[in-house]
């Protein structure tokens, strides 16, 4: 038995898991860290390399001769580590004259109260990290006007946390969506996390067709603009409030996505900028947040092929995929108190991907 003979590890990580038997050995690798198919949903359109480097040390430098070798036959190989985490096979790591302990996992620490009293606008809040965000600012005890266009998503997190959730079924792309806003809001609000947006295929500018950049523009500029435009009266009357617009790697860069999201994400960047300034000395701060690798299970479109070739050979630099917890720690924090004095920041969150 023999696989599909184009299978090579520039092929995407689908793929290899369509693949019967590098599927399984896959499968056997997740299983013995406690992980399923599910936790690879972001990557899946990622070159198997590539998710070997980005993986922090999960997906071994090994495993891709493993699984040529298992694609190829159609067997997996004897004696191959992935019944268990004791039988791992461990990446090389380089010798810097110093020992080199393993990381130790993240855990969320909740500041209880830190959002008592407050009202915070979160948009995408039904999935990914609107959602973590949402969570976060509740159980730190804050009222969330939860804000995205999946009636279903925002009925399961108003379930899962309680009255303190006000859902609000939105396009943000419409302008009587804010309106919607502020209505569910029914007075103050403290503070406004703009995280809802969509990528792009990764088109180089010839490639870009109208229909994907006014889509990509509409919904990572226009949404959080007019959300902006419509909150800030109020905080400016109450003497104080925060936003944090949720940005990209690619706002910092212009390597990491295609022209029409990295345009849209230097474009709030902007935004960010020049609202900082405008209302400094107000009590009202704007910073953004510049997320690197985030494992949300964003929808992907099929990459465009100019494009894609150019940026897959710059996406090796990322150090790891976070997990959209993570991205709420630094968001929350900025939508908090304690980020007095911060204003017209933007805040690097991508595990030192900015610094490659």
């Not at 009202?284 to 992907?300: F, S």
Request: hydrophobic residues 50%; without cysteine.
């Amino acid at each position: 038995m023999t696989t599909t003979p184009n299978l090579t590890p520039a092929s995407p990580l689908r793929d290899w898991l369509a693949e019967p038997t590098a599927g399984q050995v896959l499968r056997g690798l997740l299983a013995s860290q406690g992980q399923s198919e599910e936790a690879l949903a972001p990557a899946l359109g990622l070159p198997l390399e590539q998710l070997v480097k980005m993986s922090g040390g999960k997906f071994p430098p090994e495993l891709v001769d493993v699984l040529v070798t298992a694609a190829e036959t159609g067997q997996v190989p004897e004696g191959l580590p992935t019944a268990s985490p004791t039988g791992a096979a461990t990446a090389v790591e380089p010798d810097l004259g110093v020992e080199i302990g393993t990381p130790e996992p993240w855990t969320e620490q909740v500041t209880p109260g830190r959002f008592d009293g407050q009202s915070v606008v979160v948009t995408g809040a039904a999935s990914g990290i609107g959602k973590a965000v949402a969570s976060r600012v509740v159980r730190e005890g804050g009222r969330v006007v939860a804000v995205d266009i999946s009636a279903d998503g925002l009925a399961a997190l108003a379930a899962g946390l309680g009255d303190a959730v006000v859902p609000v079924t939105a396009d943000i792309t419409a302008p009587a969506s804010a309106d919607a806003v502020l209505a569910a809001a029914g007075g103050r609000v403290d503070a406004l996390a703009n995280v809802a947006g969509v990528m792009d295929n990764d088109a180089a500018v010839h490639e870009v067709d109208d229909a994907t950049w006014a889509r990509v523009m509409r919904i990572n500029v226009d949404g959080p603009m007019r959300l902006m435009r419509a909150l800030v009266p109020g905080m400016l009357a109450a003497g104080g409030g925060r936003i944090v617009n949720v940005v990209s790697e690619a706002a910092l860069r212009g390597s990491a996505a295609g022209a029409a999201y990295t345009t849209s994400k230097h474009a709030l960047v902007g935004l960010t900028m020049s609202s900082a300034f405008q209302y400094a000395g107000t009590g009202v701060q704007i910073n953004a947040v510049a997320p690197g690798a985030v494992a949300t299970g964003i929808p992907m479109p099929a990459a465009a092929p100019y494009g894609s070739a150019r940026t897959a050979k710059m996406r090796v630099a990322i150090p790891r995929l976070a997990v959209a917890e993570e991205l709420a720690a630094s968001i929350t924090f900025l939508l908090s108190e304690d980020a007095v004095n911060i204003n017209g920041a933007i805040l690097p969150s991508d595990g030192g991907w900015s610094a490659a």
